[in-house]
C-alpha cells in the first residue's frame, strides 16, 4: 500500500502510533513506575473515544454557528462544555505558542523583500532590467567568441 | 496540573497531525476540521493522557503497587465523572460474588 505515513492499513484499526504514546506514558510516570501493556492498549482506544467526543462536540458547537469547518473557539468551547475546563487554560497557551511559531515561518519567507521598500512595480521593473544586463553581458560572449563552446552553465542535452 | 513539554518546538504537539485528522474524519458528520482546531484536539489529548495515567496511578499507590494495572484505570473511569463517555469501552470489572443466583 502506498501509505507512507506507515499508518494502519485498514482504517478500523485507526488509532494514535503506539510507541509515541506509549514514550508519553512513561514520561507521565516515575521512572521506578511501569504501565502494563493492556493497560497502555487500554489507553489507546480511550485516546480514540476522547479524540472523537471532543471533535464531535466542536462539530456540534461550529453547526450551532452555521459554519463547516471547525474553528479553535469551537474546540475551546467544547472541551468546557466537556467538563475539561481544567485543560483549557493550558490548551490555550500551547495555541498561542504555535501561532507564533506559524507567524516566525511565514516572517521568515516575505522579509527579506519587504524591506526593500519597493513596490510590485518596481520590483518588476528592477527585474526586467537585470534580464536586459545579463543578457547583453550573454550576447558579447558570444560575439566574442565563448572558449571551447562549453563554458556555459546549462546542461547539455543528451 | 503539570504542563507538558511538547517536542523539541513549543507550540506543536507530539502526536502526528495526519493521524489525528484520520481519526477525526471516521465521524462522517464532519465536514471539515481546521488545522488550528486539529492542534488545540492533540494537545487536548495530550492533556487527557496525562491526567488519565496520573489518575489511574493514584488507585496503583493505594494499592502499594508500582505498577498501573487495567483495574487502576478501571477505577479511575469510575470515579470521575468527565469520564463516563469510557464505561462502554472500560467495563467495570464485576465482582463474582454478586452474580451467583
Do not use: W
Not at chain 1, 497502555?40 to 472523537?52: A, M, P, Q, V
Amino acid at each position: 500500500m502506498s501509505d507512507y505515513e506507515g499508518g494502519p492499513a485498514n482504517d478500523d484499526d485507526l488509532s494514535l502510533p503506539r510507541a509515541t504514546v506509549y514514550k508519553l506514558i512513561a514520561e507521565m510516570l516515575p521512572d521506578d513506575v511501569a504501565c502494563a501493556k493492556d493497560t497502555r492498549d487500554l489507553l489507546l482506544d480511550c485516546c480514540n473515544e476522547f479524540i472523537h467526543l471532543i471533535a464531535s462536540e466542536s462539530n456540534e458547537i461550529c453547526e450551532k454557528e452555521a459554519k463547516k469547518t471547525i474553528a479553535a473557539e469551537h474546540v475551546l468551547a467544547a472541551l468546557r462544555e466537556l467538563g475539561f475546563e481544567k485543560y483549557v487554560g493550558e490548551v490555550e497557551e500551547a495555541y498561542g505558542e504555535h501561532r507564533q511559531q506559524q507567524t516566525k515561518d511565514r516572517g521568515r519567507k516575505s522579509t527579506k523583500l519587504n524591506r526593500l521598500g519597493l513596490s510590485e512595480e518596481e520590483l518588476l521593473r528592477s527585474q526586467e532590467f537585470l534580464f536586459a544586463q545579463a543578457r547583453m553581458r550573454f550576447q558579447n560572449q558570444a560575439a566574442q567568441g565563448a572558449p571551447d563552446g562549453g563554458g556555459g552553465s546549462g546542461g547539455g542535452s543528451a | 496540573m503539570v504542563s507538558i513539554e511538547s517536542a523539541a518546538t513549543p507550540g506543536t504537539s507530539s502526536l502526528p497531525a495526519a493521524r489525528v485528522r484520520r481519526i477525526i474524519k471516521e465521524d462522517k458528520d464532519i465536514f471539515a476540521c481546521g488545522s488550528d482546531s486539529l492542534f488545540l484536539i492533540s494537545r487536548a489529548t495530550e492533556y487527557f493522557i496525562d491526567s488519565l495515567v496520573r489518575e489511574s496511578y493514584e488507585f496503583s499507590r493505594l494499592d502499594k503497587r508500582k505498577t498501573v494495572q487495567y483495574k487502576d484505570m478501571a477505577k479511575a473511569v469510575q470515579s470521575i465523572e468527565q469520564y463516563d463517555f469510557l464505561t462502554d469501552i472500560i467495563p467495570p470489572t464485576v465482582s463474582l460474588k454478586k452474580n451467583t443466583n
